[in-house]
Each structure stands twice: as C-alpha cells, then as structure tokens.
C-alpha cells in the first residue's frame, strides 16, 4: 500500500515550505532513515526524513516549488504500484488572458491579421515575445515581483527550464555599472562619502524575528539588572584549561569564555530555580531541566538554538554541543528540537567589542543574559589597592510577571560569584 508523504511542520511559525533539493528519484528504492529532501522554512533549511520501505513512486512537487503544511509532496509504494490518482500539488500558474490583437495593414495589400498573445499581471512582467508563457515556481515569481525582476530574462535551472529561487536571487543585486571616463576622476573623492541607497525585501527570518521581538517587547513587562564582575579570573581559567586541552591530541578544541558562562548560568538556575520558569494566563510552570538557548548570528538575523539538560552536563559536553549548533546554525541544518524549547537565554556581545546592552526577552523564557565584552581598567583588589584588571558587565532583562527584583538580584549575584571563582564550578 502505497503512503503519501507530506509537507511537515518544522517550526512554530511556519506555513509553507520550499522544496530545495530532491535527494532521491522516482523508481529508487528508500528506506526508513533516508533524506529524501531538503525543505526550505522561515527559519533554516532542513532534511525531510522517510520513515517508509519502499520505492519512490511519484514526485509531487518540484524544487523550487512552495508547498503548503500536510499537501503532498511524493508518494512512496511497491514497486510497480498504480499512482495516476495522486496529482501534482498545484502551483499559481501563470496568468493569462485571451486577446484578440488586430495588427494594422502596412498597406492596402496586406489583410489585417488576428494574433492570440498572452498578457500577464502588471506587476511582473513574464512574457516572452518567443514561447509565451514563463514557467516559474511561486516563490521564484514572489522574489521577482518584490524585486522588480522580468522573468523573461533569467533561464530557469529547474526541471525542464523552470525559473526557480536561486535563479531569481542571482540577479536581485546586479552588479553597478562601470564608471565612464568623465566620471572615473569624481568617482574617487564621491564613493567612500556616498553610501547607495537600497530596498531589500523582508526575508521570511527577519519577519519571523520582527514579530517575535514586537511581540516580547509589547506584551512582557521587561525591567532590567546589571552587574559588573572581575573578568580575569574566568579569563585565566580558560587560558589554563586550554594549554591543558593542547596536549591531548584526542580532545575537544579550545573552549570559549561563552562555553564558561553557558555552564556558570546552568549551574546558578539550580541555585535560582524562580528564573527558569514560564507564563501563561492560567499558571505559571517552573521548569525541572535547563534548556539553554544562546544567540547565533547568522545571515540575515539571529538564531538561538538549545542545548538540552545543560544542568546535567560538564564543560567539555556544553562546549562540544555549543560548537556543533553553532556550525548548524550557519549551515542551516538545525532541526526543529535544536530550535524550540528553551528556559533561559544568553546572549554575548562581548566578542564585537560591547560593553554593556540589554537583550530583549525570547518567549516563553523569563529572563535573558546579555553578556559585554572584558575591558581593561582599573581595579580595586582586597587590600584595597588599585592596580590594572579586567571587568565585564553582566545584564539580566527579566519578566516582571515571574521574576521580582530580588529574584533576579539573587540570580546575577550569584551567577557573578561563579565566574569570579572558576574553580567552584567543578564541585556544583
């Protein structure tokens, strides 16, 4: 009996996928396991797994195409299995309208001639004065309307000729058009002083991440601590742990001060349990594990994948799991799970040279971490005597609906005596 695979839900926000890529071909046999596709979202790129024996029947989408959640996208059977019933999901066509053109006589010889043509929207222009119609994917006619691109001009990579995203993207920046001799001597006292003005359209990350941050901001009533720390005895741990790492062939590459304050902050949530919860109208739930997302910038926006049971975990496992979402993150193959479910949020800017910001809350946590950069200054040490040093400051935005200022006080303290004496985090 054949099974019909469909288009899954791999995010929250999402509506529609992209078929990116088909991995196998109709008559190739799959099993479960297989990567039959990659699957474009609003949020990354994502392998679409099998889970049936059997041999690929019928593919009912293109790459390129935009598929809606649970339409069909191939169907999967025995060999030899009758799939006529399964149709092609249906994409926008293109289109058209009938028009009677009458040309005019050039002279009374010549009859006047009545010629069908096809005449498209007129906000994108598709017509080729050769063939007619111009077959695209939906998303491909998307991009060239929002970027006002002729379709008639790309040759489509797709299957049989078919205009797809990345043929459309290719073009949405051209390149400026060389200088002409006149203009060659103005252009350089003009161009370092003359930013270009542009318009890009709002790519499906950045509207999800507008949405999320609007709704964070309108809808949780933030307040915010901050906290200057001694920097350098975290500084030296990890120098320390480092040289220790660089004589073991077989050990995991160099942990980050980031790795340090990922652990530091699963260790104070035990201490501090109030930070690591959630609101809803009807109850406040307080989490029994540490889901730790931290902030991936990638192209176009920002990511927070999460690493689960961080509370459970040691230095070497936190920065191995980091490192490895980090490199998804910027492949675009993290999956839904690596992506949802988190209970406290870090987010480190310190690395770009910040001092000190405040991040905005990432639903449905209750507070998030902003960590600054390490900046030389001076000191005042026990003996109270000013000498040369290193501070960092630490600031906590929380949900006042589920963290009162004291809570969040406890948590930064805490957290702040952590990282000033390394050491006790191998006892906790």
């Not at 092609?88 to 002279?107: F, L, R, W, Y």
């Not at 010889?109 to 050769?130: D, I, L, M, W």
């Not at 990350?205 to 720390?229: D, G």
């Not at 906590?396 to 005596?417: E, K």
Request: glycine residues 6%; negative net charge; aromatic residues 4%.
């Amino acid at each position: 009996m054949s099974t019909v695979i469909e288009m899954p839900k791999l995010s929250d926000t999402m509506s529609v996928g992209t078929v990116v890529k088909w991995y196998k071909s109709v008559g190739e046999t799959v099993a479960n396991g297989d990567i039959l596709a990659e699957i474009e979202t609003d949020k990354a790129t994502m392998e679409l797994e099998n889970f049936d024996d059997g041999v690929l029947l019928k593919l009912l989408a293109s790459e390129g195409d935009e598929v809606e959640i649970g339409k069909p996208l191939a169907v999967i059977g025995e060999d030899g299995e009758d799939v006529s019933g399964f149709e092609v999901t249906p994409q926008e066509p293109a289109q058209q309208v009938s028009t009677q053109v009458t040309k005019e006589p050039t002279d009374d010889s010549v009859p006047s001639v009545q010629e069908t043509v096809a005449v498209t929207p007129p906000e994108v222009k598709t017509e080729r004065a050769h063939t007619g119609r111009i077959f695209a994917s939906p998303l491909a006619r998307k991009i060239a309307q929002e970027r006002n691109i002729d379709l008639s001009v790309i040759q489509g990579s797709g299957p049989n000729g078919r205009i797809i995203k990345k043929d459309v993207v290719s073009l949405s920046e051209p390149s400026p058009p060389k200088p002409s001799s006149t203009e060659i001597t103005t252009a350089k006292t003009h161009t370092s002083e003359s930013p270009v003005g542009r318009s890009v359209p709002v790519s499906k990350m950045r509207s999800v991440i507008a949405r999320r941050l609007l709704e964070s901001k309108t809808t949780i009533p933030h307040f915010y601590l901050q906290k200057e720390i001694n920097s350098e005895p975290i500084g030296l741990a990890r120098k320390a742990i480092n040289e220790t790492l660089a004589q073991d062939s077989s050990a995991l590459s160099k942990v980050s001060i980031n790795d340090l304050i990922l652990l530091a902050c699963a260790k104070t949530i035990l201490r501090v349990p109030e930070i690591n919860s959630s609101w809803s109208e009807s109850e406040i739930t307080y989490h029994g594990n540490v889901h730790l997302a931290f902030g991936v910038a990638v192209d176009d926006g920002l990511v927070t994948p999460v690493i689960r049971n961080a509370e459970t975990l040691d230095l070497r496992s936190i920065s191995e799991s980091a490192k490895s979402l980090i490199t998804k993150s910027r492949s675009k193959k993290l999956t839904p799970d690596e992506m949802s479910g988190s209970t406290f949020t870090v987010t480190n800017l310190g690395m770009f040279g910040i001092d000190f910001f405040s991040g905005i809350i990432n639903p449905p946590n209750a507070a998030i971490l902003s960590v600054g950069a390490s900046i030389a200054k001076p000191i005042v040490d026990k003996n109270g005597t000013v000498r040369p040093g290193e501070t960092m400051t630490l600031g906590l935005s929380c949900d006042h609906r589920l963290v009162d200022g004291a809570i969040g006080a406890q948590f930064l303290a805490s957290l702040g005596s952590l990282l000033e004496n390394p050491a006790s985090l191998l006892v906790l």
